[in-house]
């Protein structure tokens, strides 16, 4: 079992892994750790915020091998055990300390010469990607900035939006509607207010309703897509509306008047005599209504054929073709 306490002079302690353990498993109980102690997750616990702050310090330099072996060599000469080869305490690759890192070059050897260490965004681990798995988004990057100095300055960072899918009917994106959604903010219940004339896929932003930011920032948006069902009476074209109406081929040839559903109102339709099938006929403004100006209903005339004749029907039909 991982121990989960302080120990600022000791990686390995802070992350509480052994000195053997493989990358798998100090990548494991970090993930663990900075899901526990990330400040987004404690708003204003120091306490917290100074552990997060040194469990990642811990990670970016056991996760990479280069960095970890550099380090296990200091470690080996007590670096941070208060000996006599410096007295170090706390980050052995941030400021202060009186640590003489030339004389651990060449291998480790004392006397070896001058030697640069570089540990932060130039280094071979980032782990602002690893932050971003783990609290699904929440935060981006590490608010300590890649390099971890306990003097760096902390930005606010804005939350990330949120997306969501709202399903509503034909009728209702035409005549508009509100429908209720659960948040992720402890189960909040959240009135929408959909507007009418709103198309298949259109979006609407709630601002401030998204993800929480780090360090005070501002919150993300919720972005909400709606996508309205087909209706078995009319389909939609920009402004205008597209029906159908059925007729036997004798009111085709002789004309009629037939009842069409419009989105207000029902109207009759006159027909007139040799109407030919797929006809359309329009219906001036009884489209969607947008400001001053409405679009118009297209109704397309369906003929029904019959598929069988009695004798006689047969018998005029020659009679009208003779």
Same mark, same amino acid.
């Given at each position: 079992?991982?121990?989960?306490?302080?120990?600022?002079?000791?990686?390995?302690?802070?992350?509480?892994?052994?000195?053997?353990?493989?990358?798998?498993?100090?990548?494991?109980?970090?993930?663990?750790?900075?899901?526990?102690?990330?400040?987004?997750?404690?708003?204003?616990?120091?306490?917290?915020?100074?552990?997060?702050?040194?469990?990642?310090?811990?990670?970016?330099?056991?996760?990479?091998?280069?960095?970890?072996?550099?380090?296990?060599?200091?470690?080996?000469?007590?670096?941070?055990?208060?000996?006599?080869?410096?007295?170090?305490?706390?980050?052995? #690759?941030?400021?202060?300390? %009186?640590?003489?890192?030339?004389?651990?070059?060449? $291998? /480790? *050897? &004392?006397?070896?010469?001058? @030697?640069?260490?570089?540990?932060?965004?130039?280094?071979?681990?980032?782990?602002?990607?690893? #932050?971003?798995?783990?609290? %699904?988004?929440?935060?981006?990057?590490?608010?300590? $900035? /890649? *390099? &971890?100095?306990?003097?760096? @300055?902390?930005?606010?960072?804005?939350?990330?939006?949120?997306?969501?899918?709202?399903?509503?009917?034909?009728?209702?994106?035409?005549?508009?509607?509100?429908?209720?959604?659960?948040?992720?903010?402890?189960?909040?219940?959240?009135?929408?207010?959909?507007?009418?004339?709103?198309?298949?896929?259109?979006?609407?932003?709630?601002?401030?309703?998204?993800?929480?930011?780090?360090?005070?920032?501002?919150?993300?948006?919720?972005?909400?897509?709606?996508?309205?069902?087909?209706?078995?009476?009319?389909?939609?074209?920009?402004?205008?509306?597209?029906?159908?109406?059925?007729?036997?081929?004798?009111?085709?040839?002789?004309?009629?008047?037939?009842?069409?559903?419009?989105?207000?109102?029902?109207?009759?339709?006159?027909?007139?005599?040799?109407?030919?099938?797929?006809?359309?006929?329009?219906?001036?403004?009884?489209?969607?209504?947008?400001?001053?100006?409405?679009?118009?209903?297209?109704?397309?005339?369906?003929?029904?054929?019959?598929?069988?004749?009695?004798?006689?029907?047969?018998?005029?039909?020659?009679?009208?073709?003779?």
């Amino acid at each position: 079992m991982y121990t989960d306490t302080m120990n600022s002079s000791d990686y390995y302690k802070a992350l509480g892994v052994s000195e053997s353990a493989d990358k798998a498993e100090i990548k494991k109980v970090f993930r663990r750790l900075a899901k526990k102690y990330h400040p987004d997750r404690n708003p204003g616990d120091a306490a917290a915020e100074a552990r997060f702050k040194e469990i990642s310090e811990a990670y970016e330099t056991l996760s990479d091998e280069k960095k970890r072996a550099e380090y296990d060599t200091m470690r080996r000469y007590g670096a941070f055990q208060g000996g006599p080869t410096g007295g170090f305490s706390g980050n052995p #690759f941030g400021a202060g300390g %009186g640590f003489d890192f030339s004389q651990f070059a060449g $291998g /480790g *050897r &004392p006397g070896g010469g001058s @030697r640069t260490f570089s540990f932060g965004t130039g280094g071979g681990v980032d782990i602002s990607d690893l #932050f971003s798995q783990i609290l %699904g988004g929440q935060g981006g990057a590490s608010p300590f $900035g /890649g *390099r &971890p100095k306990a003097t760096r @300055r902390r930005s606010r960072n804005r939350g990330s939006d949120v997306s969501a899918i709202v399903t509503i009917s034909f009728m209702e994106s035409i005549q508009g509607t509100t429908r209720m959604i659960q948040t992720r903010d402890k189960g909040q219940k959240l009135a929408v207010k959909i507007p009418a004339g709103i198309n298949h896929n259109g979006k609407i932003r709630l601002a401030g309703q998204g993800h929480f930011g780090s360090y005070g920032g501002e919150r993300g948006n919720l972005i909400i897509t709606v996508k309205v069902m087909k209706d078995q009476n009319f389909e939609r074209k920009g402004n205008d509306i597209y029906s159908s109406v059925e007729i036997s081929f004798i009111e085709a040839i002789k004309g009629c008047k037939k009842n069409v559903k419009t989105l207000t109102r029902t109207v009759a339709l006159t027909i007139p005599p040799g109407t030919q099938p797929g006809a359309n006929m329009r219906l001036k403004g009884m489209g969607l209504a947008v400001g001053d100006k409405n679009g118009d209903q297209y109704v397309t005339i369906n003929v029904t054929i019959p598929k069988t004749l009695t004798e006689q029907q047969e018998k005029l039909l020659d009679e009208w073709e003779g």
